[in-house]
């Protein structure tokens, strides 16, 4: 199992020293003692999507539910992961859209939780490129996106660590996000195996995996779906959810 999960991370180091990852390679990382799960995506190669209903109209909530959805369909699913904040029916608390379509507008506004700590972004991708942009310059100037999620805190931005986070703070908890590497192609979605801080989670997607741009997704309700880590999460109550489909 370790010669496995070495040479696992040594593709991953080589893609990520090339500026460019293989298709969807998954291996839990080492920082400081943590341990993340992460899977590292190719938006050029990889047929990463968003959803949040399912074809009876009402969210799907949950990765088992998505994987048998797609199942049903005579796909497979390889990677999943929760894809932001949401409201108590699971609607998307801020900005929504799929396969070019938009269900929930940009929100620009400070506010309370998470999501509310300024600067807040926007995960968006399509045709093979892939950016996070803070909320308010999305607003002004919205990127061509084929789909595109709202979350927050940004946890990186421009290669620095949001403002407002800590080194010392005694706020832990499991936490998942996403980052997307300088070529603007290769997105990074980590969750940790144990509760870490907001700092310390940014430094490992910084320092470790190398994002310049990285937001929050959520919290402890976080799960994954990535059987290739030996995890087949089928839990949760979710909004809209991510992920990767073996191609046709």
Known sequence: MKRVALAAGLALALGLATGHARALECTTETFEETRF???????GSDELSLWWKGADDTPLQSLGALSDALAA???TLLFAMNAGMYHPDRSPVGHLII??????????????GNFGMLPNGVLCWGNGRAQIVESRAYA???PAC???TQSGPMLVIGGKLHPRFLPDSDSRRIRNGAGVLADQSTLVFALSRT???????????RDHMNTRAAL???????????????RRDRGGR???????????
Do not use: Q
């Open 238 to 248: 979710f909004g809209p959810i991510l992920g990767v489909v073996a191609p046709d």
């Open 146 to 148: 084929r789909f595109a």
């Open 140 to 142: 002004e100037d919205p």
């Open 216 to 230: 929050y997704l959520d919290g402890t309700i976080s799960r994954m779906y990535a059987p290739t880590l030996g």
């Open 99 to 112: 396969d070019g379509e938009e269900h929930r507008r940009v929100i620009t506004s400070a506010g309370p």
């Open 195 to 205: 509760p870490v801080t907001f700092h310390h989670f940014a430094r490992f997607m």
């Open 37 to 43: 799960d992460t899977c590292v995506v190719d938006s």
């Open 73 to 75: 369909d005579g796909k």
